[in-house]
């Protein structure tokens, strides 16, 4: 490993009250997502990823997890405050994994205030892509998973015209 190269590391949570050392978003999307694993950790163990490479891309996070049969991954990248290059990097991975989040470290009215002028938006929306406010501690707008694109394209579009409204 060289000076300035990501640390990589991996947390493995196997009993439920480890689920407490979470984040509250972060815990809702594991329920939303990942039930079996949330439930029962110890039978289903959560493993989450941190900087870890994705076929050629480097995700700030990556939690696996057990939905029913299937195992699922949800990407996120983690930015203090830049949606543009945050929005950039989950277009790009976003075809890797389940689910995909944006999680800024600003307020939800920031974010959402973002979002309005940013050219991005609807394509991030269209894919899927969540928004979370580590700030507030709470999910601004939820992932969709990739087979439900389609209806994640709706949900864009209803998100993108109160976006685009202006205020009264």
Same mark, same amino acid.
């Given at each position: 490993?060289?000076?300035?190269?990501?640390?990589?590391?991996?947390?493995?949570?196997?009993?439920?009250?480890?689920?407490?050392?979470?984040?509250?978003?972060?815990?809702?999307?594991?329920?939303?997502?990942?039930?079996?694993?949330?439930?029962?950790?110890?039978?289903?163990?959560?493993?989450?990823?941190?900087?870890? /490479?994705?076929?050629?891309?480097?995700?700030?996070?990556?939690?696996?997890?057990?939905?029913?049969?299937?195992?699922?991954?949800?990407?996120?990248?983690?930015?203090?405050?830049?949606? %543009?290059?945050?929005?950039?990097?989950?277009?790009?991975?976003?075809?890797?994994?389940?689910?995909? %989040?944006?999680?800024?470290?600003?307020?939800?009215?920031?974010?959402?205030?973002?979002? /309005?002028?940013?050219?991005?938006?609807?394509?991030?929306?269209?894919?899927?892509?969540?928004?979370?406010?580590?700030?507030?501690?709470?999910?601004?707008? /939820?992932?969709?998973?990739?087979?439900?694109?389609?209806?994640?394209?709706? %949900?864009?579009?209803?998100?993108?015209?109160?976006?685009?409204?202006?205020?009264?």
């Amino acid at each position: 490993m060289q000076k300035g190269d990501p640390v990589m590391a991996s947390i493995i949570i196997c009993h439920k009250e480890e689920l407490s050392l979470l984040s509250w978003w972060l815990r809702k999307i594991l329920f939303t997502h990942c039930y079996d694993s949330y439930e029962n950790p110890s039978e289903n163990n959560i493993v989450i990823d941190v900087r870890k /490479k994705v076929q050629g891309y480097e995700t700030d996070m990556i939690l696996t997890c057990k939905s029913g049969s299937r195992t699922v991954r949800i990407g996120f990248e983690l930015k203090e405050s830049d949606l %543009y290059k945050a929005v950039s990097q989950a277009v790009e991975r976003r075809a890797l994994f389940h689910y995909f %989040y944006i999680v800024l470290n600003l307020h939800a009215h920031q974010i959402l205030t973002l979002l /309005k002028g940013h050219a991005g938006t609807e394509k991030a929306l269209s894919m899927g892509i969540g928004f979370v406010s580590s700030t507030d501690d709470c999910i601004i707008i /939820k992932s969709y998973s990739k087979p439900n694109w389609r209806e994640s394209k709706s %949900y864009a579009y209803t998100i993108l015209s109160y976006l685009t409204n202006e205020e009264r």
